[in-house]
C-alpha cells in the first residue's frame, strides 16, 4: 500500500508541542518581535531620508482580539506585524557601505527592503510593483514601509540599492574554510547572508525553536544551515562557523 503523504504543513499541526510553543498567542507581550541588530554594529551615518520606516501596530499588540484577527492574514502581511524591521536599518547601512552623513538623502534602507519583500511575495515585476505603490489601494503599505507625500523611488533607484549591495556583499574579502561530506571549501564571508543568521537570531529569542532544535543547528558565515547528519554532532565546526549555544 502506499503510505499517505503528510504535507509540512499537516506535520505541524499533529506536533502539539509545536502548536502549543509556535502559536501567535503564545508570543503574547513579546509583540512587537524586534529585529537583533548585532552588537557593536555602528549607527547609520545617514541622518534624514527621503521615506522612515517605522513600526505602526504597537497600540494593537496590546489588543489581544486584534492580535487574534492577524491569524486570517497572509504570511507577508503577518510578518509585517509580527516584526519590527528598524534593527535592521543600521545593518544594511553598513551593507550598502554608506560611511558618510554628507551628500544627498536616500530612501530608508529599510522601506526598500520591504519593498522587495512585498514585490517577491506578490511575484511582481519591478516596475508592477513601482506602479501599485503609487496606487491610492495601496496607500496603506507606502505608508507601512514608510514613504509619504507620495515621494516614491524610481526604478533606477531600486536598481542601485540592489547592486550596490551586492557590489559591498563582500567589501571585506573574508573568507572560511568549511568541511561538509569530506571535502574542504573556501566560502567567502557574505554581509547579506548574515541577515538569515540575525533572522534565525530572532526566531530563536522570539522561544519559536525548541532548545533541542537549536543545538543541532550549525550555521556558516554565508548564510547556509548545515544540516546534521548522523556524524555531524561529533564534528568540530569549522573556523568562522557559529555552533548554537
Known sequence: MNETKVSSRQARALDSAFVQQCSLMQLGQQLP?????????????KKSYRSWYHYPWAEVCRDPGQVQAWLELGDFDLALRLVDFS?????????????SGRGWEPFDPVSFFLLYLWQTSNRWTRQEMLNHLAEERYGDY???????NGVYPTEGGLRYFLTTLGRQSEASGEQVMVELEGNKMAVAVQQLNQLL???????RQAGLLSSVA???GLVCP????????RNLRSMTPPRGCTAPR
Not at 518581535?33 to 551615518?45: F, I, K, N
Not at 534593527?87 to 560611511?99: F, H, I, S
Not at 543568521?197 to 526566531?203: K, P, R, S, T, W
Not at 554565508?222 to 547528519?229: P, Q
Open 214 to 216: 537549536w543545538e543541532q
Open 222 to 229: 554565508d548564510g547556509r544551515e548545515l544540516r546534521r547528519s
Open 87 to 99: 534593527g535592521l536599518r543600521p545593518v544594511l547601512a553598513q551593507c550598502l557601505g554608506w560611511t
Open 33 to 45: 518581535l524586534s529585529w537583533p541588530t548585532p552588537a557593536g554594529q555602528p549607527a547609520s551615518p
Open 142 to 148: 507606502a505608508a507601512w514601509f514608510g514613504f509619504r
Open 197 to 203: 543568521v540575525q533572522a534565525v537570531e530572532l526566531v
